[in-house]
């Protein structure tokens, strides 16, 4: 059964940075495209970031020059780099993960989901 392994987030100040890594389990298993999803408390689930296998990637707006995602050369892992965290970027984050192509916003496409890490941003 493929997995998506996550490590990652904990607790930071405002401005601070965090990495969150995923990988493919087994890591024979490349996807076309990967992504990470958020939830923040009380909210639905939202688009972060989505990357392809070329590396073309997509992001939200809302974190456009912050966050920068990226994937291994063996495309089996990817990892969201997090610089001036603020309070509303406090959420559960996702990796997640699809065999097909094109990056798309709505979770409802991506059938591989990991089991989410915590990211709180203090003020």
């Known amino acids: 059964q493929v997995q998506l392994v996550e490590s990652g987030g904990g607790l930071v100040q405002a401005g601070a940075s965090l990495r969150l890594s995923c990988a493919t389990s087994?890591?024979?298993?490349?996807?076309?495209?990967m992504a990470w999803f958020r939830q923040p408390p009380g909210k639905e689930q939202e688009f972060v970031a989505g990357?392809?296998?070329?590396?073309?990637?997509h992001y939200a707006d809302s974190v456009k020059g912050r966050f920068t995602i990226s994937r291994d050369n063996a495309g089996n892992a990817v990892n969201l780099q997090m610089n001036s965290l603020q309070p509303e970027d406090t959420a559960v984050y996702y990796c997640?993960?699809?065999?097909?192509?094109?990056?798309?916003?709505?979770?409802?496409?991506?059938?591989?989901w990991g089991q989410g890490t915590q990211v709180t941003v203090s003020s």
């Open positions: 997640v993960a699809v065999d097909s192509v094109g990056i798309e916003v709505s979770p409802n496409k991506y059938h591989i």
């Open positions: 087994p890591r024979t298993f490349v996807p076309f495209t």
């Open positions: 990357i392809g296998r070329t590396g073309v990637s």
